[in-house]
């Protein structure tokens, strides 16, 4: 039995990559504050096909949190054969109006919290040949005024990534980053919110303004994030090693 840490589950993105590994037979692991919303994805899990589902409600950014998943996840369910590291919350907004508090929470949770996951796992990751899938954004390829925290987080993300894919070598691990573009979560729908109430539109209004920006015919749906996911995470992908991979729908205009 395959089994896959999936953090930031209770929704999102998290929620429909932990149904798509549950559709491959991965039992989980998944981590995330909210228990309910943990539970609900849990339930959705087995229903998709996971043998075994546990549950960890705790606030990722603390320095113990990474330890303690990885630690339920040997007890509990034996082994380790993927890591998806994506919970993930930055701030936007404008740069002179962020404080060294936003930025510090920004890091403390996408970035921290993925390296602490990576080290923690690291052994039992080798043991299984596994695989590490640190989803980025595409914010890390293109800069926007006011994406400052999330833009700087996905980049070091990036970095991070092919630094420890080389320390890899050898050791069966294979690792990535996936780097979605704009797709329909709670975490959109904010933005589109905000945009509607800044400047005095409908909520469809803003959608289509913020469409057309970024260049793309459609906002991405999670499952078409998740069926990349499952490729990196399945055997069919043996030689996709330390690479970065968007899923934006041709939103990003750079190489
Ligand atoms: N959606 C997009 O268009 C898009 C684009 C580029 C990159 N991404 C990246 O994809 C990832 C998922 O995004 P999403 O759109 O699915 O976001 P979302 O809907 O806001 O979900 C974020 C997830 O992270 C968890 N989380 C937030 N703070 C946490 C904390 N302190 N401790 C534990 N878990 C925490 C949330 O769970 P709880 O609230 O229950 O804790 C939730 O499960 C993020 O890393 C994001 O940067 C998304």
């Known amino acids: ?18 149904i798509g590994l549950a559709r491959d037979g991965f039992a989980l ?3 995330a504050r909210d228990a309910n919303a943990l539970e609900e994805t849990a339930r959705e899990a087995r229903a998709a096909g996971a043998p075994q589902v546990i549950i960890t409600a705790t606030d990722l950014s603390r320095p113990e949190a990474a330890g303690e998943v990885v630690q339920a996840t ?3 369910l034996g ?7 994506n919970a993930g919350a930055t701030k936007r ?9 936003d930025f510090l929470e920004g890091f403390a949770l996408k970035y921290h919290t993925t390296v602490r996951f990576c080290r923690a796992a690291w052994e039992a990751l ?8 640190n989803i980025s954004g595409v914010g890390a390829h293109t800069p ?7 833009g700087s987080v996905n980049s070091a993300l990036i970095n991070f990534t092919k630094a420890i894919s080389k320390r890899a070598q050898g050791s069966g691990i294979r690792i990535n980053t996936l780097c979605p573009g704009h797709i329909v979560t709670d975490r959109l729908a904010r933005r589109i919110e905000t945009r509607a109430a800044e400047r005095g539109i409908s909520f469809a209004a803003a959608q289509e303004e913020m469409r057309l920006e970024h260049g793309i015919a459609t906002y ?3 499952d078409e994030v998740t069926n990349v996911l499952r490729f990196l995470c399945s055997p069919a992908a043996s030689y996709v090693h330390g690479t970065v991979i968007n899923v934006d729908g041709g939103a990003t205009p750079g190489l």
Do not use: C, H, W, Y
């Open 79 to 85: 082994r380790i054969d993927a890591l998806i590291n």
């Open 29 to 31: 692991s998944l981590a």
């Open 1 to 18: 039995m395959r089994s896959a840490i999936v953090t930031g589950a209770s929704r999102g993105l998290g929620k429909a990559f932990a």
């Open 93 to 101: 907004g404008d740069f002179l109006a962020l404080t060294d508090e």
């Open 74 to 76: 040997l007890d509990q």
């Open 126 to 133: 080798a043991v299984s040949k596994g695989v590490i899938v």
């Open 220 to 222: 991405g749906q999670p």
């Open 144 to 150: 926007e005024p006011d994406f400052t925290i999330g």
